[in-house]
T-cell receptor, first 114, second 111 residues
Framework: GAVVSQHPSRVICKSGTSVKIECRSL??????MFWYRQFPKKSLMLMAT?????????EQGVEKDKFLINHASLTLSTLTVTSAHPEDSSFYIC??????????FGEGSWLTVV | TQLLEQSPQFLSIQEGENLTVYCNSS?????LQWYRQEPGEGPVLLVT?????EVKKLKRLTFQFGDARKDSSLHITAAQPGDTGLYLC???????????FGQGTTLQVKP
């Protein structure tokens, strides 16, 4: 069945470095994907809409230069957290709409910045 | 900017008890969805409601959508430890799959 896969599932990086998270739709094409951020015991907060072949649309308050989104193909969107700081530590999760307008979520990626 | 408020934010009950979670929006829902999420996993869709006044049942879960399409409730009968998790209401704001989530209700059901 349709699946959305994220990689890596867990990553630890040092402050000041950048880290990339991938979101792939495995057997369907997605012109639009979404990136969410979630703090422990909190809800999912929409960060941005990833648009294939064009710039991402960021939600109010989300720094586009901090969270770089690239949607270079119909099956892959990437989120790069640049110059990471400990406060960027969070659970990041993507979603895409597949066949039958079903929303599929990735497995999520835990980012820890030390 | 749409605001979705859920109440209560935290709920701890004993197995067998009933509970209700509420979701209120500052504006009319496009399409309301309820999700359940466990730590470290993606949310799992429970139900989608579209029509004002709609009631849907999923085993021990009953979902109601307000007539004005600005509020909803989730009622669980005879809660079980397996119901433990984070319950989220969300507005499906576009046909592309964009979701605006409520604040969430963390439910703990003790055996």
């Amino acid at each position: 069945g349709a699946v959305v896969s994220q990689h890596p599932s867990r990553v630890i990086c040092k402050s000041g470095t950048s880290v990339k998270i991938e979101c792939r739709s495995l057997d369907f094409q997605a012109t639009t994907m979404f990136w969410y951020r979630q703090f422990p015991k909190k809800s999912l907060m929409l960060m941005a809409t990833s648009n294939e072949g064009s710039k991402a649309t960021y939600e109010q308050g989300v720094e586009k230069d901090k969270f770089l989104i690239n949607h270079a193909s119909l099956t892959l969107s990437t989120l790069t957290v640049t110059s990471a700081h400990p406060e960027d530590s969070s659970f990041y999760i993507c979603s895409a709409t597949g066949p039958g307008n079903t929303i599929y979520f990735g497995e999520g990626s835990w980012l820890t910045v030390v | 900017t749409q605001l979705l408020e859920q109440s209560p934010q935290f709920l701890s009950i004993q197995e067998g008890e009933n509970l209700t979670v509420y979701c209120n929006s500052s504006s009319v829902f496009s399409s309301l969805q309820w999700y359940r999420q466990e730590p470290g996993e993606g949310p799992v869709l429970l139900v989608t409601v579209v029509t004002g006044g709609e009631v849907k049942k999923l085993k021990r879960l009953t979902f109601q959508f307000g007539d004005a399409r600005k509020d909803s409730s989730l009622h669980i009968t005879a809660a079980q430890p397996g119901d433990t998790g984070l319950y989220l209401c969300a507005d499906l704001t576009s046909n592309t799959g964009k979701l605006i989530f409520g604040q969430g209700t963390t439910l703990q059901v003790k055996p």
